[in-house]
């Protein structure tokens, strides 16, 4: 596949890589394609073109026929069936996104934004471990990949009851964007909940921002 198509449509999409806020989102991003040593046909790239051209217009229903149809005439095409699972949880169902993401994992496993898109699956289907052993690999396969952070920040607080790591999940994604509000909002919270002082990082029996000692 050619170098262009390794980052295909990300910027429609920008938008929805943050695929979640203090309550579950079924919104998705156009994953992105690996590089793969499979040669894809001219006629296959164009008609992904148009498949994605029809997600970024809401055309749920013509865009998995076309990701379907590409995913059955190229089964080792891997951006069709990524795409497909992203419709899927679009379409709010999950169970069928999981297993499009799972098969498009089983062609190229270390492709970061399909894995946090997995976790996000895990997630809205309740199966917290499964949600954070996903986000946890794509943050070791790529680890500036911030989304997987604010993914993971949200399931460690809401879901997990786990503060301290959420905090350390979302300052983590700070660090990699250049400003996000909410998760601004969220950090604060966090500190203020965990009695942390925000200009020092301790707590107010002397443990760092991570309640240590």
Not at 6 to 17: H, N, T
Not at 20 to 45: F, G, H, N, Y
Not at 49 to 69: C, I, P, T, W, Y
Not at 114 to 140: P, W
């Amino acid at each position: 596949m050619s170098r262009r198509y390794a980052r295909v449509y990300a910027s429609i999409f920008c938008a929805w890589l943050s695929a979640c806020s203090s309550t579950p989102s079924k919104q998705t991003p156009q994953l992105d394609a690996p590089e793969e040593q499979i040669v894809t046909p001219q006629e296959a790239t164009l008609r992904f073109d148009r498949a994605v051209s029809l997600l970024g217009a809401g055309d749920l229903q013509q865009a998995e026929k076309e990701f379907r149809s590409l995913h059955d005439e190229y089964p080792l095409y891997f951006a069709p069936l990524a795409n497909l699972g992203a419709v899927y949880l679009k379409r709010d169902r999950p169970v069928e996104a999981e297993a499009a993401l799972r098969a498009a994992l089983e062609i190229e496993p270390n492709n970061a934004p399909v894995l946090n898109q997995l976790g996000i699956v895990y997630r809205m289907l309740g199966k917290f471990s499964d949600a954070e052993a996903a986000y946890l690999r794509a943050v070791e396969v790529d680890g500036n990949y911030a989304p997987t952070y604010r993914n993971l920040g949200v399931l460690c607080d809401l879901y997990l009851q786990q503060p301290k790591r959420a905090l350390e999940a979302f300052e983590r994604y700070q660090t990699t964007v250049q400003s996000d509000p909410k998760v601004a909002a969220w950090v604060q919270e966090l500190r203020t909940r965990m009695g942390i002082d925000a200009a020092s990082g301790a707590t107010s029996n002397g443990a760092d921002a991570r309640g240590e000692p």
